[in-house]
């Protein structure tokens, strides 16, 4: 029951990026019908705004302090952050410590106008072309925006640290009774996740806005005829689609040091849990996201791994070629869909 | 001349000349001058050169012809491998019953990937090769580790058994590889004045495989099964009502294609005998989309030009530094030159795939023919303004 | 015994039953026109008599044996063409290939991997299908792109691919559909002509009246997916119940 009830918990983390990722895409391929090979490397650059508001919130300034000597007898010089200087040390270490939550403030609107641009700048040009010319220029931005991030922070990973209040293991088994600790950051994670998507499925349920988005994904063409302006709404959900891809990325920072490639893991697996969940269903995509998440976790304990081994490896696509070659249109994808 | 007509044996003859005199084409420089770092003439820059031809002159069968887009290619590419590595372990240094295994795998391999992926097609069937890609992956790093030996990748060792061959030569070494005898890594190098030229035997068999390759393609793009698969790609529904079934002629594509992909991972092996499972990842499949098109899907040359493109910039690009894009800059004042070094310094050296990045990104945008609709363009340009001049001049004529 | 036999078909769709009980019959060497108001089922029928769909209830036959559960290239090799509502033609081919490809089809069978010839070597192709060109009025355009024809060339392509199989019955779906007049006559005077020189049995669906009684043999009128009546032209122009049928209660 326990091992159970693990399983389920270290599938949830990787569950929610890979729903929120594959949200995203089916946002775009929703709205826009657009294949976004590029929306991992959003996801990555989220990841790299937070690795960026810590650099920034740790830039520091040296002050010889005459009180202090090092060991030749020489003033020693003291290493200030800025932010330690002007809020005072406790409440400067406090916000230095919590830098990736605060990335999310900064990592919004810049995801925002990296959508906006993309959608605007290169996207727009591609609606009325075939899919492989889609995935193509895609394709190419991903290894672009990759390679601009490896340029500037390098190729190897770059820890990035949780707050230390959430840094902990908490007793989740305590909830049933048993003794389960994992990661409070995990948790976090998740419920972190879970606000997202809900936030998104209200704003899509009862803003108008949203909508005018549903019925533009249902039958873009109608709404047009309505005098509708439906391209700027459509930008404007590339650019929610990007910040979410992005806030994904911030907050997995903690879990998993960011690199320049870490886009291209994430984006194959999350294209499969879109197909999976099916091409353009927003629950479709959530579920199967928790669902391939928790059937990897499992996919890797020791029991199953002994009886199928390597069955962890490859559980997800196994899945996904299975539900493919027997219900094309994935677990809750409309009738019609990218079918043939 | 070989049942094809003039305009498709004089491609094949260009491509002849070219590759066969490649050792001197890609070595325009003096060794010792400033600029001898642009040669490519080195036998295993060659060697990739023409393998990696290989690879997308049979991915374009697919893709140029079909339009199916496969994600996954290098894992025919990475069978084949290791494939050949297995039979030079098993059987005998001699690549020819290497390659011939590694081709024949990797089309049993393409046969069950096609066969389950084709059932969809568009991004559907894209995501089903690039899914069956990664799996293989992932399987040659972990479970199938007795096979592919996982992350340190396939070698030689000088207790396998080679029961037509040795386990070890006199002098206790492993043997190499080689053609009846002629070994793969011999190499003849010939000075004139101040150039040196290198001839590999490796190099010569690629190269003679290449040319085997492209004639067969042109073979198929000119027969009534090639014209079927450019109609798979114009219009499946009238195929099906014009009394032709699609699915064996894109399974045979694909098959095909993987057999080229085959081909190039034997070829590989055979010049450096070792197979790892990193050339089965999809970014490595992604290369091969991105040489074919980049040099023209669909054309008979485009796809031996991209890879010739793409790995003379991977190698040569890469090597550029900023000490050389000083050297360059130097006649400009000091304070310039350091600013044009450093806005092409991103370009350049490690920053070379940004480079390709952008270039692939304006082919797809602006140019979807490739280097080879690049070339038709500027030609008839040229021409354009050709004849404008004799018109120009034609109707001076009388008035003079 | 026609060529074509529909027997008690029927076809749902959810709640909808787009054909009732549908029977017909087509006779060998005859031109049969389909006709009925919108909605009336014909597109249904004919995609169940070429395998794209497979009907809930009864039997089609063709020359006695049955089409059903067959897929659509099976069906055409069994010796029924069709022609859409739009042209289907490949367009990204040479008019000279979009000939070709029928010719090998009805020389090769659904599937060869004939990779080894050239096209040009294939001299008996060629020859057939440049002569059908020839037919066609279409020789001239031999090198052009087919897409970027007339609607009424293209047409006139797919009936010529159509016919290149030499197939025993031609299913036309509103081969006029969406065509200016002069088009529109060009296209009747093709038909004329090919139903008077072949061999060739036609079923056609039209919604458009004047070509229905300039081709038609044999008429069948279908109204909420079932048959209303089935007769000759003349005996169908005059009739009340397909008056009714056309405009409505109140005519």
Request: net charge neutral; aromatic share 10%.
């Amino acid at each position: 029951m326990d091992a159970i009830l693990l399983q389920i918990l270290n599938g949830l983390d990787k569950g929610s990026a890979y729903a929120l990722i594959a949200l995203g895409l089916t946002l775009i391929f929703g709205t826009l019908g657009v294949v976004n090979f590029a929306h991992g490397a959003l996801f990555m650059i989220g990841a790299f705004c937070a690795v960026t508001v810590q650099r920034i919130l740790n830039l520091s300034y040296e002050v010889v302090d005459e009180t202090q000597k090092d060991f030749l007898g020489n003033p020693l010089k003291v290493k200030t952050s800025y932010v330690e200087s002007w809020f005072g040390p406790e409440m400067g270490g406090a916000i230095i410590d919590w830098a990736v939550p605060i990335a999310i403030l900064f990592a919004i609107p810049i995801m925002i106008l990296i959508g906006f641009v993309m959608e605007r700048g290169l996207i727009k040009h591609f609606y009325k072309r075939e899919h492989a010319d889609q995935i193509l220029v895609t394709f190419g931005l991903a290894i672009v925006l990759q390679e601009v991030i490896k340029y500037f922070y390098g190729a190897n990973p770059i820890q990035t640290a949780s707050p230390e209040a959430l840094s902990g293991v908490a007793n989740v088994g305590a909830l049933f009774g048993t003794e389960i600790f994992y990661p409070v950051w995990r948790i976090v994670y998740f419920f972190f996740s879970v606000v997202i998507i809900g936030g998104i499925f209200s704003f899509l349920q009862f803003t108008t806005f949203g909508m005018v988005v549903r019925a533009g994904m249902a039958d873009r063409e109608t709404v047009g005829l309505l005098g509708i302006n439906i391209d700027r709404r459509f930008t404007i959900m590339f650019g929610i689609a990007a910040a979410v891809a992005g806030l994904a990325g911030v907050m997995y920072t903690p879990i998993n040091s960011p690199n320049y490639h870490m886009g291209m893991d994430f984006l194959v697996l999350s294209f499969v849990v879109v197909v999976v969940g099916g091409m353009g269903s927003l629950p479709g995509a959530v579920l199967a996201g928790f669902m391939l998440g928790i059937l990897e976790a499992f996919a890797s304990m020791n029991e199953i791994k002994s009886i199928l081994p390597g069955i962890d490896q490859i559980i997800i696509y196994v899945v996904a070629i299975i539900i493919l070659l027997t219900r094309p249109r994935g677990l809750m994808g409309r009738k019609g869909v990218m079918e043939e | 001349m070989f049942g094809l007509d003039n305009k498709d044996t004089r491609l094949l003859l260009v491509v002849a000349v070219l590759t066969l005199c490649a050792p001197f084409i890609l070595n325009p420089f003096p060794t010792d001058s400033a600029m001898a770092q642009f040669n490519a003439g080195y036998p295993d820059l060659m060697q990739r050169f023409v393998i990696f031809g290989i690879f997308a002159i049979g991915f374009n069968i697919l893709f140029g012809l079909t339009g199916y887009l496969s994600f996954g290619h290098a894992a025919f590419l990475g069978v084949g491998s290791y494939s050949a590595v297995w039979m030079f372990k098993l059987l005998s240094m001699n690549v020819v019953p290497a390659i011939l295994l590694s081709v024949v795998i990797s089309g049993l391999f393409a046969l069950l990937i096609g066969f389950v992926s084709l059932r969809r097609s568009g991004i559907y069937f894209s995501i089903l090769t690039l899914a069956f890609a990664q799996m293989s992956f992932n399987l040659a790093y972990s479970v199938l580790t007795p096979i592919t030996n996982g992350e340190t990748g396939l070698q030689l060792t000088l207790d396998d058994p080679r029961v037509l061959g040795v386990s070890a030569t006199a002098d206790g070494s492993i043997p190499v590889t080689n053609l009846f005898g002629m070994e793969m890594r011999s190499t003849f190098e010939m000075a004139l004045g101040p150039w040196a030229f290198q001839f590999n035997a490796g190099y010569y068999l690629c190269a003679l495989i290449l040319l085997a390759a492209f004639y067969l393609s042109i073979r198929i793009f000119r027969s009534p099964f090639g014209m079927m698969l450019r109609a798979v790609k114009s219009n499946q529904q009238r195929m099906n009502y014009t009394g032709l079934n699609t699915k064996p002629y894109t399974l045979a594509a694909f098959v095909i294609s993987g057999m080229y992909a085959g081909l190039a991972g034997g070829l590989m092996a055979s010049m450096d005998p070792l197979a790892g499972a990193e050339r089965m990842q999809w970014t490595a499949s992604g290369e091969v989309v991105l040489m074919t098109i980049l040099g023209g899907a669909g054309t008979l040359i485009g796809p031996v030009l991209g890879a010739g493109f793409i790995k003379y910039f991977e190698n040569i690009f890469s090597k550029i530094n900023d000490h050389v894009l000083h050297s360059w800059f130097s006649f400009m004042p000091d304070g310039l030159e350091d600013f044009v070094v450093f806005i092409i310094h991103p370009f350049i050296g490690k920053g070379w795939h940004l480079t390709l990045g952008i270039l692939f990104m304006l082919v797809v945008v602006f140019l979807p023919g490739g280097l080879v609709e690049g070339g038709q363009r500027i030609a008839k340009w040229v021409k354009g303004r050709k004849n404008k001049d004799d018109s120009a001049s034609a109707t001076k004529t009388p008035a003079e | 015994m026609g060529i074509l036999e529909v027997k008690n078909v029927g076809k749902r769709f959810g709640g909808l039953q787009a054909l009732g009980d549908v029977n017909l019959s087509v006779k060998e060497n005859t031109v049969h026109a389909i006709i009925g108001p919108n909605g009336a089922g014909k597109s249904t029928l004919l995609n169940c008599l070429v395998g794209k769909l497979i009907p809930d209830t009864g039997s089609v036959m063709f020359d006695g044996q049955s089409v059903l559960g067959r897929k659509p290239y099976e069906i055409n090799q069994m010796g029924i063409s069709r022609v859409f509502q739009t042209p289907e033609i490949f367009g990204d081919l040479s008019v000279l290939e979009n000939m070709l490809i029928p010719c090998f089809a009805k020389r090769d069978g659904a599937f060869s991997l004939n990779a080894i010839t050239s096209v040009p070597s294939e001299k008996d192709v060629l020859e057939k299908a440049e002569a059908m060109l020839e037919e066609m009025n279409m020789a001239d355009k031999r090198h052009m792109h087919a897409a970027s024809m007339s609607r009424g060339d293209k047409r006139r392509l797919e009936i010529g691919m159509c016919l290149s199989q030499e197939p025993r019955l031609l299913l036309l779906d509103e081969p006029t559909a969406g065509m200016a007049r002069a088009d529109t006559n060009n296209t009747i005077d093709l038909l004329k002509e090919i139903k008077e020189q072949r061999d060739i049995t036609i079923a056609i669906i039209e919604h458009d009246m004047h070509v229905v009684f300039s081709l038609a043999d044999r008429i069948t009128v279908l109204a909420q997916g079932t048959p209303l009546v089935e007769d000759d032209p003349q005996n169908i122009r005059g009739n009340p119940k397909v008056r009714e049928a056309y405009l409505g209660e109140s005519a």
